[in-house]
């Protein structure tokens, strides 16, 4: 599979490790060869190796995992602005699969001080709290906790409904207009990162989002946890 490359630079073993992965030779998730292994095989120098990997992991194109290895990096199914807002079905059908559901729990809770500073000035009695995993083509990507209003959105109906955008445009008649984010890098979450598939290292991103109507009523808190492999975001940014 592997050509010899008579010493060649480093960026030519780049080119040549990036034309493997294109051919498939090496698949997603897949494990490379170590540095020793490569280097003997490519008949060029362990540091050109070393220098190539580092380039192609500034490139996420490689992932080291420290103590195991080098492996494929999985691409993300999307790369979206996070300006654009939009739900987690609308997001995984743009990026051209096929989104699904799984549901993990739906109950009626208590706001704490922080919902309750969250959803001010409206004053909350009680939410109904909806846990689903939201897959692509049938692979978990994104863990979602969403809360809204239990006068708004009964738990019986936000239950029955994939997309809790809609269901709030279709019967509580409340458009999400805009919403305010953060988002932060998490490590290994023990109990949302296996329902995930996520292997030990790697990394989760959550998105916490406050939402409203154009008359700036807060309709919707959203905590997703997005696999950091399969999606990644950006914010554009204007010169004023």
């Not at 003997?40 to 362990?46: A, I, P």
């Not at 807002?85 to 993990?104: A, C, D, H």
């Not at 329902?195 to 009523?217: F, G, S, V």
């Amino acid at each position: 599979m592997l050509s010899n490359l008579n010493n060649g630079s480093t960026i030519t073993v780049v080119q040549y490790i990036k034309k493997l992965i294109e051919e498939g030779h090496f698949k997603e998730k897949d494990k490379l060869p170590t540095e020793y292994e490569l280097a003997k095989e490519l008949d060029v120098t362990r540091k050109e190796i070393k220098d190539a990997f580092s380039i192609l992991e500034e490139e996420n194109i490689l992932i080291r995992r420290p103590g195991v290895g080098v492996f494929v990096h999985t691409k993300p199914i999307l790369s979206s602005g996070i300006e654009q807002l939009g739900s987690v079905t609308e997001m995984i059908r743009k990026s051209g699969k096929v989104p699904g559901v799984q549901y993990i729990s739906a109950d009626i809770t208590e706001p704490t001080d922080e919902d309750k500073r969250r959803f001010e000035p409206l004053e909350i009695e009680q939410f109904a709290q909806l846990e689903r995993v939201r897959t692509a083509d049938g692979e978990p990507v994104v863990y979602c906790i969403d809360r809204v209003d239990h006068r708004v959105m009964p738990l019986e109906l936000i239950h029955s409904q994939e997309s809790i955008f809609q269901a709030l445009k279709t019967y509580a008649k409340k458009e999400i207009d805009y919403a305010v984010a953060y988002i932060e890098p998490i490590g290994y979450h023990e109990r949302i990162s296996p329902i995930l598939n996520c292997e030990p290292d790697q990394a989760l991103l959550l998105l916490r989002q406050m939402h409203y109507t154009k008359e700036n009523e807060p309709v919707l808190y959203s905590a997703n946890f997005f696999r950091a492999d399969v999606f990644s975001f950006y914010v554009l940014r204007k010169r004023f």
